[in-house]
């Protein structure tokens, strides 16, 4: 008898197609994507919309919004007084290098005498430009804080009528006597700047009327 014949199991193995991944189309030379840009203005619209509002303020709140803006007060009035002693600190330094150049330059070299005269035209037009530039900064704070006297007039106002007590309005309606010391709080810096101001340009006019003599 022949030996049985054994017949092979079927092969159950599925093929997988497999499909090479995709090689990106080249970005190279391609501009950047680039975000929208979103105002600073309009994002703030938005946190400002999506904060949900409470309950009606209650006195606390409102003295918390009074101190606030008395904060906010008190740094505009810093920043005037860190801007005018700035504009003073160099204002020194400059009147006392003229000064000394003014002095010695009959006694300087002839090397150093054409430096000492171009000196003697750029100290005049450089504390010139200081005094303007600190003085447009002094009124920008003013500005700001003509605004906020307004506010802690009308923060006053409210609390005033929530404590059923007349309080003395230090903001924008001062009355009395107190009405004129609003414009007078303010005169000294600018008085001082505007001083500084106009020394500076006779010493700049009187050094070009002598240099027009000159000729």
Request: with cysteine.
């Amino acid at each position: 008898m022949g030996k049985p014949t054994r017949t092979a199991p079927a092969s159950t193995t599925t093929a997988v197609s497999v499909t090479p991944p995709t090689t990106p189309a080249s970005t190279e030379g391609a501009a950047p994507a680039v975000p929208p840009t979103i105002h600073p203005a309009h994002e703030l619209d938005k946190r400002i919309a999506a904060v949900k509002p409470g309950a009606e303020p209650t006195v606390a709140d409102w003295v918390l919004l009074a101190s606030f803006n008395d904060s906010l007060l008190e740094k505009e009035f810093k920043l005037q007084n860190d801007r005018v002693s700035w504009m003073m600190t160099s204002q020194s330094i400059l009147f006392a290098a003229f000064c000394l150049i003014l002095l010695a330059r009959k006694d300087l070299p002839e090397s150093v005498a054409t430096t000492a005269t171009i000196l003697l035209y750029a100290i005049p037009g450089l504390s010139l430009a200081i005094v303007v530039a600190a003085l447009l900064g002094v009124g920008a704070a003013q500005a700001v804080i003509w605004h906020l006297e307004r506010e802690r007039s009308f923060y006053q106002g409210v609390l005033a009528k929530l404590y059923h007590q007349p309080l003395t309005d230090v903001g924008c309606r001062r009355e009395g006597g107190l009405k004129v010391t609003r414009k007078l709080g303010f005169i000294p810096m600018f008085t001082v700047i505007a001083i500084l101001a106009l020394i500076w340009v006779v010493i700049l006019g009187s050094r070009v009327v002598v240099s027009i003599q000159g000729f």
